[in-house]
């Protein structure tokens, strides 16, 4: 039933894409990610109610502090180099006590819903400056960033569960 249940969503949310393409595609002639199926995707998805920036806006920033609100197995697997894991089903406010709010903050998941959630929660705590990641990890990855696991800069990604993993077109997809 499990599985089934995933196919039907999997093929809904596929149609919804296809049907969003032109919609999407006359909405933002300037795509903050490549594809446009992952576009039209990730403008259902989105509430679009925090500042989105483009991975590459977020490749030519100097001063910015990264925080992956993605769960702590995911970001072992690989994130964005010297970013700082805040999760997502265990996030609390009181983990980021040691933060500066007048700092300028980016948000990160796989493609950008966690992440929006998480930073939603930073602004209404008095956080001034945080943005989305638009496309998350993925459209990172996507465009040739490079991620890192510990120490060194690696090809893996959490790629989360096969429904969102089709989002992930560069890069070694690692499930659990």
């Known amino acids: ?3 089934s249940l995933r196919k039907i969503i999997f093929w809904v949310l596929l149609i919804s894409i296809s049907i969003s393409v032109g919609i999407y595609s006359k909405r933002d002639s300037n795509a903050k990610v490549a594809s446009k199926a992952f576009g039209a995707m990730l403008y ?15 490749a030519k920033m100097k001063e910015v502090t990264l925080l992956d609100a993605r769960e ?3 970001f072992e697997v690989s994130h964005l180099k010297n970013a ?3 999760g997502y089903s265990n996030f609390t406010l009181s983990s980021l ?3 500066d709010k007048g700092q300028k903050y980016v948000v990160y998941c796989s493609i950008g819903k966690r992440s929006e959630n998480i930073a939603k929660k930073l602004i ?5 400056d945080v943005n989305n990641l638009y496309g998350g990890i993925f459209e990172w990855k996507n465009r040739g960033y490079p991620v890192f696991s510990i120490l060194t800069e690696t090809q893996q990604i959490h790629a989360y569960d096969k429904v969102f993993g089709v989002w992930l077109t560069s890069g070694l997809k690692v499930f659990d």
């Open 44 to 58: 259902i998805m989105l509430d679009h109610s925090i500042n989105e920036i483009s991975v590459d806006e977020l």
């Open 1 to 3: 039933m499990k599985r």
């Open 72 to 74: 702590p197995k995911e």
């Open 84 to 86: 700082i894991n805040v």
């Open 124 to 128: 209404e705590a008095g956080f001034k």
């Open 97 to 99: 006590t040691d933060l």
